[in-house]
């Protein structure tokens, strides 16, 4: 059953179980209340120890249980109710021992009890030990959650709490939110075409010798994954990296700027929105030689001439003829950030101009966070924190539905 009275985004209750994971449980809230979820929390006792119901109560407005016979709180709302409220029972951290208790059907405290009598899909995300993670038990039980359907997102690996490396972190806040985005319908993205490029082009020079950039693609594989967890049928066209394909993305591998534009102009008609995240050579070698250039082929001491030609701007050739697709497009500044991105946005005719100051060490190419700004053909601009690429790519989603709301 689900209840009549869910909002459009749904109704997550989130089972907290007692891991030190628990620390970013307030973050995760946060999050899912930004992406229009109403949440509930409960906690094991163990939980209520890494973290407050008094903080989840205060960051969600609505009591954090723990306690399965408490009667003023069962008076309130029953445990069964709460089952029945759930659209999503989101569990994290979700413990090796309370997995445990979920694949053997335990009921004796409320988090077990609750998700026993729900009928809504569950998420878990486990965090734990990696050994504790690994050990043949956790396994097999995880193995008979998801034969009833139970999903799992995570762990990651890294570097654990308790001093071992391993897989056995709990999964980032942002993956979580969008995983449920997900399961309840996906914010309206679900049958959306959602285009992106990624990292840099490499314009050969001859057979083995390239003139390309430092461009990862790390922050349009982080925006293809996020659109793709979100429901969108994402086309990533991807220039030469060795990242690996997010879950249910088309990629499309091209070297070239050449390439890029072709395999972007293939699919730009069946898109809704096009993310242009991809460092473009703005040049290439006029004449690349198919065999390798010898030195001894030049006169000896000579230097190598090498003649570039300018290459089409794929973002302005789009947006020329966008109709009511959404284009958003990316400015890799290293001085005057704001005012180059204002005079970009209107040189390219985009809808949005995520901004990066590639000057920073902790931003820009090749780092795991960004710091940007959206930049607006009215002349806002936003001014986003230093954030995970992942939760970069969030907001810019979160910007993308408002924008898909004014221009479509
Ligand atoms: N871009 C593109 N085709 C090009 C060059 C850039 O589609 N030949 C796109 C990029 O994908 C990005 C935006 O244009 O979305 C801006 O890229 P950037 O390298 O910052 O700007 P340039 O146009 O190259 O201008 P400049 O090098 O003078 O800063």
Same mark, same amino acid.
């Given at each position: 059953?689900?209840?009549?009275?869910?909002?459009?985004?749904?109704?997550?209750?989130?089972?907290?179980?007692?891991?030190?994971?628990?620390?970013?449980?307030?973050?995760?809230?946060?999050?899912?209340?930004?992406?229009?979820?109403?949440?509930?929390?409960?906690?094991?006792?163990?939980?209520?120890?890494?973290?407050?119901?008094?903080?989840?109560?205060? *960051?969600?407005?609505?009591?954090?249980?723990?306690?399965?016979?408490?009667?003023?709180?069962?008076?309130?709302?029953?445990?069964?109710?709460?089952?029945?409220?759930?659209?999503?029972?989101?569990?994290?951290?979700?413990?090796?021992?309370?997995?445990?208790?979920?694949?053997?059907?335990?009921?004796?405290?409320?988090?077990?009890?609750?998700?026993?009598?729900?009928?809504?899909?569950?998420?878990?995300?486990?965090?734990?030990?990696?050994?504790?993670?690994?050990?043949?038990?956790?396994?097999?039980?995880?193995?008979?959650?998801?034969?009833?359907?139970?999903?799992?997102?995570?762990?990651?690996?890294?570097?654990?709490?308790?001093?071992?490396?391993?897989?056995?972190?709990?999964?980032?806040?942002?993956?979580?939110?969008?995983?449920?985005?997900?399961?309840?319908?996906?914010?309206?993205?679900?049958?959306?075409?959602?285009?992106?490029?990624?990292?840099?082009?490499?314009?050969?020079?001859?057979?083995?010798?390239?003139?390309?950039?430092?461009?990862?693609?790390?922050?349009?594989?982080?925006?293809?994954?996020?659109?793709?967890?979100?429901?969108?049928?994402?086309?990533?066209?991807?220039?030469?990296?060795?990242?690996?394909?997010?879950?249910?993305?088309?990629?499309?591998?091209?070297?070239?700027?050449?390439?890029?534009?072709?395999?972007?102009?293939?699919?730009?008609?069946?898109?809704?929105?096009?993310?242009?995240?991809?460092?473009?050579?703005?040049?290439?070698?006029?004449?690349?030689?198919?065999?390798?250039?010898?030195?001894?082929?030049?006169?000896?001491?000579?230097?190598?001439?090498?003649?570039?030609?300018?290459?089409?701007?794929? *973002?302005?050739?789009?947006?020329?003829?966008?109709?009511?697709?959404?284009?958003?497009?990316?400015?890799?500044?290293?001085?005057?950030?704001?005012?180059?991105?204002?005079?970009?946005?209107?040189?390219?005719?985009?809808?949005?101009?995520?901004?990066?100051?590639?000057?920073?060490?902790?931003?820009?190419?090749?780092?795991?966070?960004?710091?940007?700004?959206?930049?607006?053909?009215?002349?806002?601009?936003?001014?986003?924190?230093?954030?995970?690429?992942?939760?970069?790519?969030?907001?810019?989603?979160?910007?993308?539905?408002?924008?898909?709301?004014?221009?479509?």
């Amino acid at each position: 059953m689900t209840s009549a009275a869910s909002p459009p985004n749904g109704h997550v209750l989130l089972a907290v179980s007692g891991g030190i994971a628990a620390y970013k449980v307030p973050e995760l809230v946060r999050q899912l209340g930004r992406a229009g979820h109403e949440v509930r929390c409960i906690l094991t006792e163990a939980a209520t120890r890494f973290v407050s119901p008094m903080v989840l109560q205060t *960051l969600t407005g609505a009591p954090a249980r723990s306690e399965l016979f408490d009667a003023g709180e069962e008076g309130e709302i029953s445990h069964i109710e709460l089952a029945d409220w759930a659209d999503v029972v989101l569990v994290a951290p979700a413990t090796a021992d309370l997995l445990a208790r979920m694949a053997g059907g335990l009921a004796g405290d409320l988090v077990s009890t609750v998700l026993l009598a729900t009928r809504a899909p569950v998420l878990v995300a486990p965090a734990m030990n990696v050994n504790m993670w690994r050990h043949p038990a956790t396994q097999r039980n995880l193995e008979r959650l998801r034969e009833r359907g139970v999903q799992v997102e995570g762990p990651e690996a890294g570097e654990l709490a308790c001093g071992w490396e391993g897989e056995g972190r709990m999964s980032d806040p942002t993956a979580l939110a969008g995983r449920v985005g997900l399961m309840l319908g996906g914010h309206g993205w679900r049958g959306v075409g959602v285009l992106v490029t990624a990292g840099g082009t490499r314009e050969p020079i001859d057979a083995v010798r390239a003139v390309t950039n430092r461009s990862s693609g790390k922050m349009g594989f982080a925006i293809a994954a996020e659109a793709a967890r979100r429901g969108a049928e994402v086309v990533l066209v991807a220039g030469p990296c060795s990242l690996e394909t997010p879950p249910g993305v088309r990629r499309v591998d091209v070297e070239t700027a050449l390439e890029m534009e072709a395999a972007v102009h293939e699919s730009f008609e069946s898109c809704h929105v096009a993310v242009m995240s991809a460092a473009v050579a703005d040049f290439r070698p006029a004449t690349p030689s198919e065999r390798k250039i010898k030195k001894e082929d030049l006169a000896p001491g000579a230097g190598l001439r090498l003649e570039l030609v300018p290459n089409p701007d794929i *973002l302005a050739g789009i947006s020329a003829r966008r109709g009511d697709r959404v284009v958003v497009g990316f400015a890799a500044e290293s001085h005057d950030v704001i005012e180059a991105a204002k005079r970009k946005l209107a040189r390219k005719a985009c809808d949005l101009l995520v901004a990066n100051d590639i000057s920073r060490s902790d931003a820009g190419f090749d780092t795991d966070t960004n710091a940007v700004f959206l930049v607006s053909p009215g002349g806002q601009v936003e001014e986003l924190p230093l954030l995970s690429k992942a939760e970069v790519a969030a907001r810019l989603l979160d910007r993308i539905e408002k924008l898909r709301g004014v221009v479509r």
